[in-house]
């Protein structure tokens, strides 16, 4: 399993740990809350009408039927009341007294209940032993939403109890409280879950999302690209990768100077074959003209063991830049333009003719030097392969946000065996003049730059005849 997955996965059962209980209480406990919420205020109406009777059985004014006519008048009214979803249109609250016998001397329900012995219902016996006295009793046994809750108060007269006044409710109302609260309470939890699912996603995505880019970034070192080291943040995550970065810079340092010392050695070793050769056959007695050119061989390898060395360092400089030291503002025109008038000798040497298409002003950003170093390989390569009296195509052309600077001859073209090899090192082709190959760095330099610059370069047959080479740059 993935590491987003478990993460996700602990989240959600850390939520189902954390909120599924508590929800699940609230709902169970949900009524009883409620019948909180009524018992409190039924204590003190109770309280308040033990005084009011036991005021008047003090002066001998206690008078049941009045009391009746209170309550006929009270069940009568007919009004609206809106609490919040639910409308209440009628009163639905019963009281009964009883003497300090249990006996029933009033009850707003009924005068028939009147005489009644009441002693033995819980509200009344603790009422009268001075305790808080209340119950919960059904209408129906069948049915648990017909519960009425009863909370009784004592009357005191000179002291001592004389009666107990009863105040009861009927849960009918809680029950549709309920009936509204449940639903909302639920679709609460599931908006909640919804949230906590689309929060754990995020989680898991927020905290993968740098592992993901090390990830990316190692997969690409390991397929020899140079990719910019991602943003890991400050956390563990990001010191991990830079702990990674200092391993592969490290690891890359001793195979770099492993692998350039092998590929120097390898070429180097042709050119010093022939200078010690010549240097042997010097050391016998031989024509003047033929020591002249075994000294020409001589100088001839030398220089091209210098040339070597210089590009070598040249690139390996290169290569190990990440950013460019030195970046401004590039007419990239007047660079090809200055190349140009720099290859003048050699292309009326070989009478080529350069057909161009530059436009006025087109800006770049990036190091003159390595532009102009980079320009001028491809323009020699393009020299170099071209036949005597042959044409050169120069172009520069805007594309989306780049610019696109081509170069196509007319030589041999590129053989399908050299096709995958020709930015290699060391890689060359025999030019066709001389037969002679180049160093092979020079395709490897112009890659390295357009790199550098956030560019590429490809080189490609024309259908027609030669190639055409092509440098894609940022457009500023």
């Given at each position: 399993?993935?590491?987003?997955?478990?993460?996700?996965?602990?989240?959600?059962?850390?939520?189902?740990?954390?909120?599924?209980?508590?929800?699940?209480?609230?709902?169970?406990?949900?009524?009883?809350?409620?019948?909180?919420?009524?018992?409190?205020?039924?204590?003190?109406?109770?309280?308040?009408?033990?005084?009011?009777?036991?005021?008047?059985?003090?002066?001998?004014?206690?008078?049941?039927?009045?009391?009746?006519?209170?309550?006929?008048?009270?069940?009568?009214?007919?009004?609206?009341?809106?609490?919040?979803?639910?409308?209440?249109?009628?009163?639905?609250?019963?009281?009964?007294?009883?003497?300090?016998?249990?006996?029933?001397?009033?009850?707003?329900?009924?005068?028939?209940?009147?005489?009644?012995?009441?002693?033995?219902?819980?509200?009344?016996?603790?009422?009268?032993?001075?305790?808080?006295?209340?119950?919960?009793?059904?209408?129906?046994?069948?049915?648990?939403?017909?519960?009425?809750?009863?909370?009784?108060?004592?009357?005191?007269?000179?002291?001592?109890?004389?009666?107990?006044?009863?105040?009861?409710?009927?849960?009918?109302?809680?029950?549709?409280?309920?009936?509204?609260?449940?639903?909302?309470?639920?679709?609460?939890?599931?908006?909640?879950?919804?949230?906590?699912?689309?929060?754990?996603?995020?989680?898991?995505?927020?905290?993968?999302?740098?592992?993901?880019?090390?990830?990316?970034?190692?997969?690409?070192?390991?397929?020899?690209?140079?990719?910019?080291?991602?943003?890991?943040?400050?956390?563990?995550?990001?010191?991990?990768?830079?702990?990674?970065?200092?391993?592969?810079?490290?690891?890359?340092?001793?195979?770099?100077?492993?692998?350039?010392?092998?590929?120097?050695?390898?070429?180097?070793?042709?050119?010093?074959?022939?200078?010690?050769?010549?240097?042997?056959?010097?050391?016998?007695?031989?024509?003047?003209?033929?020591?002249?050119?075994?000294?020409?061989?001589?100088?001839?390898?030398?220089?091209r063991v210098q040339e070597l060395v210089e590009r070598m360092l040249e690139l390996s400089e290169l290569e190990t830049l990440n950013i460019l030291r030195k970046v401004e503002r590039i007419s990239f025109p007047s660079v090809v333009k200055t190349i140009i008038e720099s290859k003048q000798p050699m292309l009326v040497q070989k009478q080529?003719?350069?057909?161009?298409?530059?436009?006025?002003?087109?800006?770049?950003?990036?190091?003159?030097?390595?532009?102009?170093?980079?320009?001028?390989?491809?323009?020699?390569?393009?020299?170099?392969?071209?036949?005597?009296?042959?044409?050169?195509?120069?172009?520069?052309?805007?594309?989306?946000?780049?610019?696109?600077?081509?170069?196509?001859?007319?030589?041999?073209?590129?053989?399908?065996?050299?096709?995958?090899?020709?930015?290699?090192?060391f890689f060359s082709l025999q030019r066709p003049d001389s037969g002679k190959k180049s160093t092979g760095l020079g395709l490897n330099f112009v890659k390295e730059v357009a790199h550098l610059h956030g560019g590429a370069v490809r080189l490609e047959n024309r259908p027609e005849k030669g190639v055409c080479a092509t440098l894609t740059l940022?457009?500023?």
């Open positions: 399993m993935k590491l987003g997955a478990r993460i996700f996965f602990c989240y959600m059962t850390i939520f189902l740990i954390c909120f599924y209980f508590p929800i699940d209480f609230v709902l169970d406990n949900l009524r009883t809350r409620y019948l909180e919420g009524v018992e409190d205020p039924l204590v003190d109406q109770a309280n308040i009408l033990a005084g009011v009777i036991g005021n008047e059985m003090a002066a001998g004014r206690f008078d049941p039927n009045r009391w009746h006519a209170v309550f006929k008048n009270v069940y009568a009214r007919d009004f609206s009341a809106r609490i919040y979803d639910f409308e209440k249109r009628g009163v639905d609250m019963s009281v009964y007294v009883t003497d300090r016998a249990g006996r029933v001397l009033f009850d707003s329900t009924s005068e028939k209940n009147t005489g009644k012995d009441y002693s033995k219902w819980r509200d009344v016996r603790l009422s009268l032993s001075g305790k808080y006295g209340a119950r919960t009793s059904r209408i129906d046994e069948n049915v648990p939403t017909s519960s009425v809750l009863y909370v009784a108060a004592p009357i005191w007269v000179a002291e001592e109890i004389n009666g107990v006044v009863t105040v009861a409710k009927p849960t009918t109302n809680i029950n549709n409280f309920l009936k509204s609260a449940k639903p909302q309470i639920s679709k609460a939890g599931m908006l909640a879950a919804t949230a906590a699912v689309l929060l754990s996603l995020f989680a898991s995505f927020w905290v993968t999302r740098p592992i993901k880019r090390l990830t990316h970034y190692a997969d690409e070192v390991r397929r020899g690209k140079r990719v910019p080291f991602p943003r890991l943040g400050r956390t563990e995550i990001g010191e991990m990768g830079s702990a990674f970065e200092k391993m592969k810079v490290a690891l890359e340092g001793k195979n770099y100077v492993e692998h350039y010392v092998q590929t120097l050695t390898h070429e180097i070793k042709s050119p010093l074959s022939a200078i010690r050769g010549a240097a042997e056959l010097m050391e016998e007695k031989m024509e003047p003209a033929q020591r002249s050119r075994f000294l020409s061989n001589i100088r001839t390898e030398a220089n080529l003719k350069i057909d161009s298409q530059l436009p006025d002003e087109i800006i770049v950003n990036g190091d003159s030097f390595l532009l102009h170093q980079a320009v001028g390989n491809l323009i020699q390569n393009a020299v170099d392969f071209s036949p005597a009296g042959g044409r050169i195509g120069l172009k520069v052309s805007e594309q989306k946000h780049q610019i696109a600077f081509s170069v196509a001859d007319d030589g041999p073209g590129i053989p399908d065996y050299a096709q995958k090899k020709v930015f290699e090192k940022p457009l500023v």
